[in-house]
Nanobody
Framework: VQLQASGGGLVQPGGSLRLSCAAS????????MGWYRQAPGKERELVAS???????NYADSVKGRFTVSRDNAKNTVYLQMNSLKPEDTAVYYC?????????????WGQGTLVTVSS
C-alpha cells in the first residue's frame, strides 16, 4: 500500500491551496483518512480527518478555513486550504487507516511542503 500526496507549494497569505492524497495497493477498505502537519521545531499535529461516511474533525486553528473531503471510489482524500496564514507553513502528511488482507494499520504519505509567505 502506498499513499501519494501532492499539491503543496508557496502561496501568499490569504491565498488557497488544495492538497490531494491517493492510496493504492491491495486495499480491502479504508477507515478514517486525513492530514497531519509538522512545522519547524514543533510536534506533528492533526489538521483534519474524515470517516468513510463523511464525518469530519478539525483542529481549532483551521476550523472555518480548511475543508477535508474524500472520494471513496478513488481512495483519495483532499484538503482545501483557504485564507492561509504564515503559521500554516508546515510539511503536511496524509494518513489512512487501511485494511489489507487480514491486517489493519495506519499508512502515511511522504509529506508535502506548504509555505505561506509574502
Amino acid at each position: 500500500v502506498q499513499l501519494q500526496a501532492s499539491g503543496g507549494g508557496l502561496v501568499q497569505p490569504g491565498g488557497s491551496l488544495r492538497l490531494s492524497c491517493a492510496a493504492s495497493g491491495s486495499i480491502v477498505s479504508i477507515n478514517p483518512m486525513g492530514w497531519y502537519r509538522q512545522a519547524p521545531g514543533k510536534e506533528r499535529e492533526l489538521v483534519a480527518s474524515i470517516t468513510p461516511g463523511g464525518s469530519t474533525n478539525y483542529a481549532d486553528s483551521v476550523k472555518g478555513r480548511f475543508t477535508v473531503s474524500r472520494d471513496n471510489a478513488k481512495n483519495t482524500v483532499y484538503l482545501q486550504m483557504n485564507s492561509l496564514k504564515p503559521e500554516d507553513t508546515a510539511v503536511y502528511y496524509c494518513y489512512a487507516d487501511i485494511r489489507t488482507k487480514g491486517v489493519r494499520r495506519d499508512y502515511w504519505g511522504q509529506g508535502t511542503l506548504v509555505t505561506v509567505s509574502s
